[in-house]
């Protein structure tokens, strides 16, 4: 068999697309053999090499080890043919990898995320204005911003170009949106009107959404930019309670609760406070409030903890409410839904059924208690 048959042989695993678009990891170890069969008799076959590296860097690895093998082909190929955007943006991608998975110190990682940066640009000089290659090098600068405080303001802004840029060439990237969403966040300024941009990061959030519904944290940035976007009505003197609510809901379709979630929890639960404190008592603040308990004690279960104090704080809340608003459907109605979500279904319907009572026709309430009642006898 010759080089050319193997090389064959690997381009055709690794054009066989299977869960999420790309390859299987037997199709890409199958394309790794295939390719070191191939520079066993030609270590300097720059096809076999980038073929190699590219499968390596697919293939996920949680120490480094294979991006750093997928660098070492790619810093060959570059060698052997300068001008290749392929051998860049592979040596660029496997850096970024390193990046994400290996232990580095802090000084490491800027110093790894630097030649990132300098792989994308080296590679956008040879395919000026290529999408793809425009968004990794703002992900990477993205990245060091975090890192590099001092520098934190020009690396957001060179991100946020090379964001603008490929969304205008490529606009139904999700992965793309989200990360402008989140750049502009980043970015708000410490004083001065902050509306416009949160809106923007929020019309980003939401056109991502559609495109990559299950990302993790998508609904939880959204959550805390809501908030605060629904914080800075309030200030100026504009009914927000359905950003508040939209916001609690949002947080509450996370599933991926990790820091982002955590942060984002706490950010739209200060908020609640401070509104606690300036409409107290208030009728449309109370079932947020009993929302955002709800979430919180599904986010304890989550994490293993024991959930009944948030559980009981959102029902005090209701009951609080009925008792300053005897008369009121909705307090009933909300009563009734924090009965059901902590798992009194039956005592729910009944608070529900005394809602249509007093308002015949509350909007989605007899479809509610229909579909709680299936549900428990199911």
């Given at each position: ?25 037997r ?6 053999a ?8 030609n ?24 991006a ?81 405080p ?19 060439l ?97 950010e ?85 059924e ?25």
């Amino acid at each position: 068999m010759n080089d050319n048959d193997a090389l064959d042989r690997a381009r055709d695993h690794l054009s066989r697309p299977a869960d999420g678009g790309i390859p299987s990891k037997r199709d890409l170890r199958a394309a790794i053999a295939a390719c070191t069969e191939a520079l066993r008799r030609n270590p300097d076959d720059v096809r076999a090499l980038l073929d190699r590296g590219t499968a390596l860097v697919i293939l996920p690895s949680m120490d480094g080890r294979r991006a750093r093998q997928a660098e070492s082909d790619f810093d060959r190929a570059i060698q052997l043919e300068p001008g290749s955007p392929l051998a860049w943006g592979g040596r660029a991608a496997a850096r970024f990898d390193r990046s994400k998975v290996e232990d580095l110190s802090g000084r490491k990682r800027i110093e790894l995320l630097r030649t990132v940066v300098d792989d994308w640009s080296e590679c956008l000089r040879i395919l000026p204005g290529e999408p793809h290659n425009l968004s990794a090098r703002a992900f990477a600068l993205h990245d060091l911003a975090l890192l590099v405080p001092e520098d934190r303001s020009a690396l957001l802004g060179r991100a946020m170009e090379d964001l603008d840029r490929s969304l205008a060439l490529l606009p139904v990237n999700g992965d793309v949106l989200v990360l402008r969403g989140t750049v502009r966040l980043a970015r708000l300024p410490a004083s001065g009107d902050l509306l416009p941009a949160l809106e923007a990061s929020l019309a980003d959030y939401e056109r991502a959404l559609p495109l990559n519904p299950l990302r993790g944290n998508l609904h939880a940035r959204m959550a805390a930019a809501r908030a605060q976007a629904g914080a800075l009505r309030f200030q100026r003197g504009k009914e927000a309670w359905g950003d508040f609510s939209r916001a609690v809901r949002e947080i509450d379709s996370e599933h991926e609760h990790g820091p982002v979630f955590e942060d984002a929890l706490d950010e739209i639960s200060g908020l609640l406070a401070s509104l606690s404190e300036s409409h107290p008592g208030h009728p449309r603040l109370t079932p947020i409030l009993s929302a955002l308990h709800f979430a919180r004690a599904r986010a304890a279960e989550a994490r293993g903890q024991d959930p009944r104090a948030e559980l009981a704080a959102a029902l005090r809340l209701c009951e609080d409410t009925l008792r300053l608003h005897p008369h009121d459907a909705g307090a009933y109605a909300n009563y009734g839904q924090a009965l059901a979500a902590a798992g009194r279904v039956e005592e729910g319907c009944r608070e529900l059924e005394e809602a249509l009572r007093i308002q015949p026709g509350l909007p989605g309430i007899r479809e509610l208690i229909d579909r709680l009642r299936k549900n428990r006898r199911d």
